[in-house]
């Protein structure tokens, strides 16, 4: 019992241990959300969800487009806001790549917490991914689950039945766990990470929707 007690009185455990809090207790205040792996999972929910709500000063949509990258890619809201125009409305997207039904759930109500004048929500649903349904939960959908309310996060797990275990519990509450990877390369190559988000700053901050699809229209892909 000594050699226990000595052990977790030892300087250098304690001095890891103060470390461990500290980063962890950065990462749940936020701190490292600025910091993610360009277009990972949990980087794609924050970058999305907090682009559209940055600029609603600028654009205050009655209109919200929901759904995955179908969405995201394949409907230009540059275009869209022009049609609009006559008809004396506003869009804006939430549209999260790779997300399932879930995750587009708890974006459209961080959304629609800010977003008052909301009328009309489309939502443009795939129904040939087998993914967007389930009871499994994946890796992807806890990395984004864990950018939202947390709690909020498994209210909405336990609502649609899914299987929670302590392995999905601790990817959610505990976000040393969940960002594991993501920190792991942003220490062994910092300067790629840090020059991504010197752009993509540059990019969202000159730019009212998060994501314009620069290739022509064509049909050829479906010919």
Known sequence: ??????FFLDKSFLSALVIIFLIEGSFQLGCYKKFLKKNSYASNVTRITDHALSKKNELDPDI?????????????????????????????????????????????????????????????NEPEMPWTVGYEVSLPTLA????????????????????????????????????????ADFILNPQKRIKDIGRAKTVYEQNLYVYENANLESLDLYS
Request: hydrophobic share 45%.
């Open 1 to 6: 019992m000594k050699e226990y007690l000595k």
């Open 64 to 124: 919200l487009i929901l759904g995955t990258s179908l969405a995201y890619e394949g409907i230009s809201m540059r275009l869209l806001n022009e049609k609009l125009t006559s008809l004396n409305l506003k869009a804006q997207t939430i549209a999260i790549p790779g997300s399932e039904l879930i995750i587009q759930q708890l974006a459209l109500e961080k959304a629609l917490g800010e977003f008052k004048n909301v009328k009309y929500v489309i939502h443009v």
């Open 144 to 183: 984004m689950a864990s950018s939202f309310n947390r709690v909020r996060a498994l209210e909405k797990f336990k609502e649609h039945e899914y299987t929670i275990t302590r392995v999905e519990l601790s990817h959610i509450l505990i976000r040393l766990w969940a960002y594991r990877h993501d920190l």
